[in-house]
């Protein structure tokens, strides 16, 4: 009774022209920063921040919010059109989302991907609504063992990602790891792999590679056919725009491992949604009739990770928002801006805050459906995209991507970066090797690096540490992913020799 | 005749320092002022700069408008390189934080210090408190201390970089009490603050604002403060001094900065700025908010206050075993 008083309570103040006014601001704001790679929702909240000072705090959370999660759907679209990430959290959409594409399914890409983020972004203001409190203690739970496990179960997924050849995908995996130590060390503050470069300092950050091995591979390999390059197929006619309903019913499974995988490494404060995305795709890849169609353009390849982007939201405002504690970088600023405002987040914020609270919550299922509005409707313009010839596109995407790089940082080193790990994406691409394992190995294996450290100077370096109950559990499902496809190779020799002998 | 030229140059002279302090009391800024930042957008320092912007447009204290770039990386070496390109550019000024001292000491790729840059003056200390899970046995300091000197090794604080205040502490008081712990690092503040409320170390440093509510929550007790006096919020806490612990604690400042070649005009205008800006309601509000210690101070003597945490640092890297490479 009193969660519906409260959800009432926060309709009536998130019902208000000013509210409304400000939700729909933030969520068209986070959908086109969505669409610009390089600028993320971090950046812009924090350059926003100073006008919100000017307004009333309720409308301006709403807003920030709106543009939080408003950016997680526009991040797919040129991943799937352009093979250029829009956010961290997008860059696993690019294996399926531009296979999809150039099949002339850009517009069902789309689509899904909005329909997928409305189902798990609403998913996740539900959980965050229902179940926050329990949820918040058991993420206290989690620490660096379990975070060690839950990033070698995500680097096990690296079988699931490969191609034609493991040992291929593990090589690439490995330089994603190695890319991953460069920088201060920050147990050591030494320095690894900086070459005397005061940028290297800091590391790489991910996008740079992302943006790089993707989107600027495709330019290098599609210059040099022969050919002129393909202008991909424009679907025509609204019904070709949007999903099937046998591609509603292909994703049934992705909607439901997006929205939990999603939700729950979000309440996470050591996780993000780049692994999340990362995760269920893995997830939905394992336990899909027919994993022989990811990378190809399978349609649950787009769901299950832009859904669980979206229902990470919801997870990683229940540390924030329940006990104060900031998982990632925007929720950071998040806390940073609701002091400001005169807010005391923490744990007796709700208690304090009801009306922020419920006028939030109420907000972002409004914000989730004005999204689902919005994008389903661009889905038709964006896909006219596509009828831009190949001259025209490449130098485009070319554009696009430098200008995202620069202007999160304003440095030309990362220019210089960026046409590297472009050459990097060529070459891959040349010799056959997949680009999705070097970018997990990237996104993972700092965090398993500091995580194992950290557990092993927690128990004075005794590795039975790693063998807690929650990620023994872990680990043996990793075990388990990496042992079974020698057992399907090892059945597919015997079958060859039965086959021979008979 | 060399008489006479000597007076000649003795009032050429005289009219040079009239002139400069005209020039001292006139400049003020024609354009759009950068204040260059170690951080992306939201990292600490840029939201500092962001608020300083939006409080010296309200409080009217400045004829144009300032804007913040963020030029990341390096634990503050490729912003000092930025603001030291700027050679003599009198509208551009930087934030600098106790990172850009520490960072330099223990990496030798920065080419450039926060020493190659002209101080122009200090904003604010940030002060900190330790604290243990309410329910930890732990009321005091020295109930801590005395565990980690009968058994050595087994407790635990969280943290964030080895050469960050929150290893420099547990150093001097290992060092100076002969106690032992285990010093494990986080990235971010937010999970230094999950490890403590999940039980999976003992103490932490931690910022009196973000305590602050944790503790009326009945989370976690705060059992000392690294300040010179006892902070507002936290009455009942002893100093490390007050609980016997009189160690160095290396404050943690918030200061402005300047190239190096800036005219002494351009240098002066702002020091006056950031002087007016510390007594406007909008300043001790936002001091007040984030429970921080007032830490201003003129050019000259933020250039000693540098130097000296330098010293500190590098004494207690020293005593660490980190690697010092200047």
């Known amino acids: 009774m009193e969660l519906l008083a409260g959800l009432l309570h926060g309709f009536q103040v998130a019902l208000t022209p000013a509210a409304l006014m400000m939700c729909v601001v933030g969520v068209v704001l986070g959908t086109v920063i969505g669409v610009l790679p390089g600028l993320g929702p971090s950046a812009t909240i924090a350059m926003l921040l100073p006008l919100t000072f000017k307004l009333e705090p309720t409308g301006a959370m709403i807003m920030l919010a709106g543009i939080y999660y408003g950016a997680k759907y526009g991040g797919s679209t040129t991943s799937i059109l352009l093979n250029v990430p829009g956010e961290s959290s997008s860059v696993v959409t690019c294996i399926d989302g531009y296979q999809m594409a150039r099949k002339g399914r850009a517009g069902p890409a789309l689509g899904m991907a909005a329909i997928a983020s409305f189902i798990a972004g609403t998913f996740g203001v539900v959980a965050l609504m229902l179940v926050a409190p329990p949820l918040a203690r058991l993420s206290l739970a989690f620490s660096a063992p379990e975070y060690f496990a839950l990033m070698v179960l995500g680097l096990a997924m690296v079988v699931l990602l490969a191609g034609e050849s493991l040992t291929k ?8 790891l190695w890319i991953a130590t460069m920088g201060t060390d920050l147990f050591s503050a030494t320095s690894r792999f900086t070459f005397g470069q005061a940028e290297l300092l800091g590391g790489i950050d991910f996008i740079i590679v992302a943006i790089g091995v993707f989107a600027l591979g495709e330019v290098l390999g599609a210059l040099e056919g022969e050919k002129p390059a393909e202008v991909l197929p424009v679907p025509k006619g609204w019904r070709n725009l949007m999903p099937t309903w046998d591609d509603m019913k292909r994703c049934r499974f992705a909607f439901v491992n997006g929205s939990l995988v999603g939700f729950f490494i979000g309440i996470l404060p050591g996780a993000g949604s780049t692994i999340a995305s990362f995760m269920s795709y893995g997830i939905e890849k394992g336990f899909s009739k027919h994993p022989e169609e990811f990378g190809h353009g399978a349609i649950e390849g787009v769901a299950a990770p832009e859904g669980a982007n979206n229902a990470e939201t919801g997870g990683a405002l229940v540390p924030l928002l329940t006990l104060g504690i900031p998982g ?4 950071a600023i ?15 914020f709700i208690q304090d805050s009801p009306e922020l609270f419920w006028g939030l919550v109420a907000s972002m299922y409004i914000g989730n459906v004005l999204l689902l509005i919005l994008n389903l409707p661009l889905v038709a313009v964006f896909a006219q995209l596509l009828r831009i010839p190949g001259y025209m596109m490449y130098p485009l995407v070319l554009g696009v991507s430098i200008v995202g790089v620069y ?15 472009g050459l990097l994406g060529y070459v891959m691409r040349k010799l056959d090797y997949p680009s999705a394992p070097l970018v997990l190995g990237l996104v993972l294996g700092d965090s398993m690096e500091k995580a194992l450290r950290q557990s092993l100077m927690m128990s004075g370096g005794e590795i039975s540490i790693l063998f807690r109950p929650i990620p023994s559990v872990l680990l043996a499902f990793a075990a388990l992913l990496l042992v079974v496809p020698l ?3 090892f059945n597919a020799v015997r079958v060859q020799v039965i086959d021979k002998e008979a | 005749m060399k008489l006479a030229a000597m007076a000649v140059r003795a009032a050429v002279g005289a009219a040079a320092i009239a002139a400069a302090a005209i020039a001292h009391a006139d400049w003020a800024p024609t354009k759009t002022v950068d204040i260059i930042v170690h951080t992306g957008p939201g990292g600490g320092n840029d939201l500092l700069a962001r608020a300083v912007v939006t409080m010296i447009e309200k409080e009217k204290l400045s004829p144009v408008r300032m804007q913040v770039i963020n030029k990341p990386g390096g634990n503050g070496a490729v912003a000092a390189a930025a603001i030291y390109e700027k050679k003599d550019d009198p509208h551009t000024i930087g934030f600098i934080t106790s990172v850009w001292i520490a960072g330099p000491l223990t990496t030798s790729e920065a080419k450039i210090t926060v020493h190659d840059l002209k101080p122009i003056a200090g ?3 940030e002060p900190a408190v330790f604290a243990v899970r309410a329910d930890s046995p732990f009321k005091t300091l020295k109930d801590f201390i005395e565990v980690a000197k009968a058994k050595p090794g087994t407790l635990k604080q969280s943290g964030g970089s080895v050469t960050s205040r929150d290893n420099i502490v547990r150093q001097s008081l290992q060092h100076a009490t002969g106690a032992k712990w285990q010093f494990v690092s986080f990235q971010g503040g937010g999970e230094r603050l999950a490890a403590l409320l999940g039980g999976h170390v003992d103490i932490m440093v931690i910022e009196p604002q973000e305590a602050g509510e944790q503790v009326r929550a009945g989370k976690i007790r705060v059992i000392a403060q690294l300040t010179e006096k006892r902070l507002a919020g936290y009455p009942d806490a002893p100093t490390l001094k007050e609980a016997g612990y009189d160690v160095t604690t290396t404050p943690q400042i918030r200061a402005v900065v300047a190239p190096p070649q800036q005219p002494a005009e351009a240098s002066a205008y702002y020091e006056k700025l950031f002087a007016k800006l510390k007594d406007t309601p909008s300043w001790k509000k936002y001091i007040h908010d984030n429970q921080l210690e007032e830490g201003f101070s003129t050019g000259p003597e933020l250039k000693k206050t540098i130097g000296q945490i330098e010293k500190e640092l590098r004494e207690v890297y020293t005593q660490a075993g980190i690697k010092v490479v200047r």
Do not use: D
């Open chain 1, 169 to 176: 995908a593990l090589l690439a995996m490995f330089v994603g």
């Open chain 1, 487 to 489: 057992f399907k190779k």
């Open chain 1, 334 to 348: 998040l806390l940073a801006a609701l002091v400001l405002w005169g807010f005391k987040p923490g744990p007796l």
């Open chain 1, 407 to 421: 202007s999160v940082s304003s440095s030309m080193f990362h220019l210089y970066l960026l046409a590297g790990f």
């Open chain 1, 328 to 331: 990632s970088n925007t929720t």
């Open chain 2, 123 to 125: 904003l604010i200390l």
